[in-house]
Protein backbone atom coordinates (compact mmCIF):
# COMPACT_ATOMS: atom_id res chain seq x y z
CA UNK A 1 0.00 0.00 0.00
CA UNK A 2 0.85 3.53 -0.78
CA UNK A 3 1.58 5.76 1.99
CA UNK A 4 3.63 8.96 2.80
CA UNK A 5 3.25 10.15 6.23
CA UNK A 6 4.84 13.85 7.29
CA UNK A 7 6.60 14.77 10.49
CA UNK A 8 8.73 17.51 11.95
CA UNK A 9 5.73 19.86 12.03
CA UNK A 10 5.18 22.16 15.10
CA UNK A 11 5.00 25.44 16.94
CA UNK A 12 8.25 27.70 15.72
CA UNK A 13 8.90 31.50 15.97
CA UNK A 14 9.13 34.00 13.05
CA UNK A 15 13.04 33.94 11.70
CA UNK A 16 13.66 30.27 12.83
CA UNK A 17 13.73 26.94 11.37
CA UNK A 18 12.32 23.57 10.86
CA UNK A 19 12.79 20.53 9.19
CA UNK A 20 10.22 18.63 7.73
CA UNK A 21 10.62 14.76 6.67
CA UNK A 22 8.13 12.81 4.43
CA UNK A 23 8.76 8.93 4.59
CA UNK A 24 7.30 6.91 1.52
CA UNK A 25 6.49 3.38 1.84
CA UNK A 26 4.85 1.21 -1.05
CA UNK A 27 7.40 2.61 -3.80
CA UNK A 28 10.68 4.12 -4.38
CA UNK A 29 10.80 7.59 -4.59
CA UNK A 30 13.88 7.66 -6.55
CA UNK A 31 11.34 7.04 -9.84
CA UNK A 32 8.91 10.06 -8.57
CA UNK A 33 9.40 13.48 -8.71
CA UNK A 34 8.23 14.34 -4.93
CA UNK A 35 6.93 17.82 -3.78
CA UNK A 36 5.84 19.55 -0.90
CA UNK A 37 2.32 21.60 -1.10
CA UNK A 38 1.02 23.96 2.06
CA UNK A 39 -2.15 25.44 2.34
CA UNK A 40 -3.00 28.15 4.61
CA UNK A 41 -5.99 28.61 6.76
CA UNK A 42 -8.84 30.12 4.09
CA UNK A 43 -6.13 29.77 1.27
CA UNK A 44 -5.76 27.70 -1.70
CA UNK A 45 -2.90 25.01 -2.05
CA UNK A 46 0.29 26.38 -2.98
CA UNK A 47 3.26 24.63 -4.70
CA UNK A 48 6.35 24.85 -2.40
CA UNK A 49 8.73 23.03 -4.09
CA UNK A 50 9.73 19.33 -6.23
CA UNK A 51 12.70 17.15 -6.62
CA UNK A 52 13.59 14.16 -8.93
CA UNK A 53 16.69 11.90 -9.07
CA UNK A 54 18.40 11.23 -12.68
CA UNK A 55 21.94 10.51 -11.43
CA UNK A 56 21.58 13.46 -9.49
CA UNK A 57 18.64 15.47 -7.99
CA UNK A 58 17.20 18.40 -9.98
CA UNK A 59 14.90 20.59 -7.69
CA UNK A 60 12.23 23.27 -7.96
CA UNK A 61 10.90 25.85 -5.79
CA UNK A 62 8.04 28.51 -5.57
CA UNK A 63 10.05 32.11 -6.02
CA UNK A 64 8.30 32.84 -2.39
CA UNK A 65 10.68 30.22 -0.79
CA UNK A 66 13.69 30.19 -3.00
CA UNK A 67 16.73 31.25 -1.12
CA UNK A 68 15.67 29.96 2.62
CA UNK A 69 14.06 26.39 1.68
CA UNK A 70 15.42 23.41 0.37
CA UNK A 71 14.49 20.29 -0.62
CA UNK A 72 16.03 17.08 -0.73
CA UNK A 73 16.20 13.43 -0.43
CA UNK A 74 17.48 10.44 0.79
CA UNK A 75 16.70 7.41 -1.04
CA UNK A 76 18.41 4.75 1.00
CA UNK A 77 15.52 5.91 3.32
CA UNK A 78 13.15 6.53 0.86
CA UNK A 79 12.39 10.12 2.53
CA UNK A 80 12.01 13.51 1.51
CA UNK A 81 12.72 16.64 3.73
CA UNK A 82 12.10 19.64 3.04
CA UNK A 83 14.74 22.28 5.41
CA UNK A 84 12.65 25.93 6.13
CA UNK A 85 14.80 28.37 7.17
CA UNK A 86 13.59 32.43 7.65
CA UNK A 87 10.36 31.40 8.27
CA UNK A 88 7.83 34.48 8.11
CA UNK A 89 4.52 34.38 9.85
CA UNK A 90 2.15 33.92 6.63
CA UNK A 91 3.55 30.80 6.36
CA UNK A 92 1.54 28.85 8.69
CA UNK A 93 -0.03 26.18 6.78
CA UNK A 94 -0.43 22.74 6.85
CA UNK A 95 2.58 21.25 4.75
CA UNK A 96 1.85 18.30 2.24
CA UNK A 97 4.35 15.72 0.92
CA UNK A 98 2.61 14.52 -2.29
CA UNK A 99 4.38 12.44 -5.40
CA UNK A 100 3.98 11.43 -8.84
CA UNK A 101 5.91 9.75 -11.99
CA UNK A 102 6.34 13.01 -13.98
CA UNK A 103 7.16 16.11 -13.90
CA UNK A 104 3.52 18.24 -12.77
CA UNK A 105 5.22 21.77 -11.68
CA UNK A 106 2.05 23.72 -10.10
CA UNK A 107 -0.37 21.49 -11.32
CA UNK A 108 -1.43 20.47 -7.86
CA UNK A 109 -4.69 18.64 -9.16
CA UNK A 110 -2.64 16.22 -11.01
CA UNK A 111 -0.47 14.73 -8.04
CA UNK A 112 -0.82 11.01 -7.45
CA UNK A 113 -0.04 10.42 -4.34
CA UNK A 114 -0.69 12.60 -1.06
CA UNK A 115 -0.06 12.54 2.55
CA UNK A 116 -2.00 13.40 5.68
CA UNK A 117 0.26 17.21 6.05
CA UNK A 118 1.95 18.24 8.88
CA UNK A 119 1.10 21.45 10.99
CA UNK A 120 3.33 24.45 11.08
CA UNK A 121 2.36 27.25 12.92
CA UNK A 122 4.23 30.70 13.28
CA UNK A 123 3.71 32.11 16.51
CA UNK A 124 6.26 34.74 18.64
Known amino acids: QVQLVESGGGLVQPGGSLRLSCAAS????????MYWVRQAPGKEREFVAC?????????YYADSVKGRFTISRDNAKNTVYLQMNSLKPEETAVYYC????????????????WGQGTQVTLSS
Open 51 to 59: INWSGTSTS
Open 98 to 113: AADPFFRGTTIGEYKY
Open 26 to 33: GFIISRYW
